[in-house]
């Protein structure tokens, strides 16, 4: 046969398998920046977006949230419909909602490794929840304060404008997202990969 | 040809595969039948060592499978249920390629296993076209053309037709049976053996883990009942 | 929705790499200069860019239409403040014309969203991007678009299982919850299947990549972005 065998250097099976969790995760992120909830306070309908960026963190850990952080910057980079509003491309990554974007590899790094401790990975509905709920408010501050950060650099305004507009109308809706990132670890019913 | 020498696994505590031997010669036409959790879907997961046993030994070409996985993974073609979820790119062209590329063939090479793969499931010319296009009947052959484009001595499907109409599943029979008749062997695990039947030439049922029928399809009828399988009526 | 369209425009016959390197020399210059002189000039780089690949600007507005509510947002908050005289026009002005340069580099990367192929894309992410990590990436990227729509459509029925048994009534955690739960679980669950089906299909480390080789056109492009990028500086 015609084939180079002996030089396939094959992806290991446990890697494969956080892998395909990572790109199936970033890819439903992506359908979620669709999905847009009317929301009163907001100038823009609210997603869930955010909640899915907690989840990567909490059940693929530090590793594989980033990278499936990563992926899915990636593919809305080159033109994947991922960015919320349907919006693709590399504008978005550096436009006035580039700090968000960029502060969910970070987030879902910072809270995979705040509630596993390190890199193998514990299933996060052990972790005592004061943990669980500082590792999302930690992951929270660090999103809005890259969001924030940057939009009112980008766009020349001052700190507490930004925060006014890009900050502060979400904070209602960042509250029932931790809610309901808890509940669905403390649910039981999404078991992590163990290695 | 694919052997299993007193194969056995366990999952959980649970024995699931208890000392199976069983030898596929190249080219047979293999129907594994049995309920769910009879064993075939492990049986059939070692032959491409998706799954590892726990004693006994897998070999495919006299080669076991543990010592290359490569070799084994590209003369196994293996195909689950659910197509949808085995295609690793949006368009058929790209999916198809994925085997032989990861095999480190040359361009040229690639692109003729894609067009022959697609050739042989009836889906030649339509690389560019988009899986979730597709019907369940052409997702299903484009995801045997993508085991196929591995140029596979044997080519394991694993429940295939869940989920297909009645004309999409005459279609992947259709070109099962042109496969078989090409020499390809085909192992077909199914619960249900009405349209099937008659393409085999061996009939292998399992249950709880061990293998209770092996028979051709002639004289398997009658020793297949009590099964939970269906069989076509006499 | 922006997408990529086959065409036969400059822009689509222009490797991946250096469309990226325009956009980036082009973002690079934009963020750097918020003058009337250099806006003028931009918007001028820009509309050629949306020419080359045949996209109109009224489309390429549409699709970014979300991130326009924020633009037109951001020049209000700025000009808006506590006491006297309430409103700050520098402060507006100065903000408006950031607001339009993010604007630009928007469209500007409209234009490679239209004229890139995914396939050619991952190609670019392959080879620009060394070892296990450039091969993750290029695989998750082909991932990422094949899994959309089929995520989409659970999503669809998760929403419609959700209203039809009053989901309406519920709590918004409790919603927000539900959906977490349904959507990972059955995401995982298609994941799970997919690596199994990569596996059998070989994927490996050291894959033959896909073909992409920079033409005549593409060095008067690189060209284009070093200026871009430099004028920065200025």
């Not at chain 3, 908050?77 to 006297?84: E, P, Y």
């Amino acid at each position: 046969m015609a084939t180079h065998e002996s030089t396939v250097d094959l992806v290991e099976g446990d890697v494969v398998r956080q892998f395909a969790r990572a790109a199936v995760l970033a890819a439903l992120i992506g359908v979620l920046g669709a999905i847009q909830i009317p929301y009163p306070l907001s100038p823009a309908p609210i997603t869930l977006q955010v909640l899915f960026v907690f989840l990567a963190g909490l059940v693929l850990g530090p590793v594989w949230g980033t990278a499936s952080m990563l992926l899915y910057l990636a593919a809305g980079a080159v033109g994947a419909p991922v960015f919320s509003g349907w919006e693709a491309g590399l504008g978005p990554l550096l436009g006035q909602t580039g700090g968000f974007l960029w502060s969910y590899p970070l987030a879902a790094g910072l809270i995979g490794l705040v509630v596993h401790r390190g890199t193998d990975l514990r299933d996060p509905a052990s972790v005592p929840l004061p943990i669980v709920v500082g590792a999302l408010v930690a992951g929270t501050v660090l999103v809005y304060a890259m969001g924030t950060g940057y939009a009112a650099w980008l766009l020349a305004l001052e700190p507490w404008e930004a925060i006014a507009g890009f900050a502060l109308p979400f904070i209602p809706a960042e509250l029932l997202k931790m809610a309901a990132a808890i509940a669905i670890v403390t649910s039981g019913r999404i078991e992590p990969v163990q290695s | 040809m694919i052997e299993f020498r007193s194969v056995s696994y366990a999952f959980d505590d649970v024995n699931v595969l208890e000392d199976v031997s069983l030898t596929i010669d190249d080219g047979e036409f293999v129907l594994f039948a049995g309920a769910n959790g009879s064993g075939k879907t492990t049986l059939l997961r070692h032959c491409n060592g998706l799954l590892t046993p726990d004693s006994g030994e897998v070999l495919v070409d006299e080669t076991p499978v543990s010592e290359n996985l490569v070799a084994a993974r590209s003369n196994v073609g293996m195909v689950f249920q659910h197509p949808r979820d085995q295609f690793v790119a949006a368009t058929v062209g790209a999916d198809v390629a994925f085997g032989p590329e990861n095999l480190g063939l040359s361009r040229q090479e690639i692109d003729r296993r894609v067009d022959a793969a697609l050739e042989a499931v009836n889906m030649a010319g339509r690389e560019d076209e988009r899986i979730d296009a597709l019907s369940g009947g052409e997702q299903s052959r484009v995801a045997i053309a993508g085991a196929l484009a591995m140029e596979p001595t044997h080519l394991v499907l694993d429940e295939p037709f869940t989920g297909l109409d009645d004309p999409a599943k005459r279609s992947v029979l259709e070109r099962l049976e042109s496969l078989s008749a090409d020499g390809t062997g085909v192992l077909l695990a199914t619960h249900d053996l009405r349209d099937v039947l008659a393409l085999a030439d061996r009939v292998v049922a399992m249950r709880d883990g061990h293998i209770v029928v092996d028979e051709p399809p002639a004289r398997a009828r009658e020793a297949l009942s009590g099964l939970e399988v269906r069989v076509p009526e006499a | 929705m922006l997408s990529y369209e086959p065409d036969g425009t400059l822009a689509h016959r222009l490797d991946p790499r250096s469309k990226l390197a325009i956009q980036i020399g082009f973002a690079a210059t934009a963020l750097a200069h918020t003058g009337l002189r250099a806006l003028a000039a931009l918007s001028v780089v820009a509309a050629v860019v949306l020419l080359v690949a045949r996209v109109s600007v009224l489309e390429a507005l549409y699709a970014y239409r979300y991130a326009l509510v924020f633009l037109t947002l951001a020049p209000l908050l700025a000009a808006v403040t506590f006491g006297s005289p309430w409103i700050d026009l520098e402060d507006g002005a100065t903000s408006a014309r950031a607001s339009y340069r993010v604007l630009l580099i928007l469209l500007v990367s409209a234009a490679y969203v239209r004229s890139t192929p995914v396939r050619a894309s991952r190609a670019a992410i392959q080879r620009t991007i060394p070892g296990k990590p450039g091969q993750l990436l290029g695989i998750g990227v082909a991932l990422v678009f094949r899994f959309l729509p089929v995520l989409q459509a659970d999503l669809r029925t998760i929403r419609d299982a959700m209203a039809a048994r009053l989901g309406d009534e519920r709590s918004a955690v409790d919603r927000a919850s539900t959906i977490g739960i349904l959507g990972l679980s059955r995401a995982f669950d298609r994941a799970d299947r997919l690596a199994l089906a990569m596996q059998a299909r070989c994927f490996a480390w050291n894959p033959t990549l896909p073909a992409l080789s920079l033409s005549r056109l593409d060095y008067p492009a690189f060209a284009v972005a070093v200026v871009l990028a430099l004028s920065a500086f200025l």
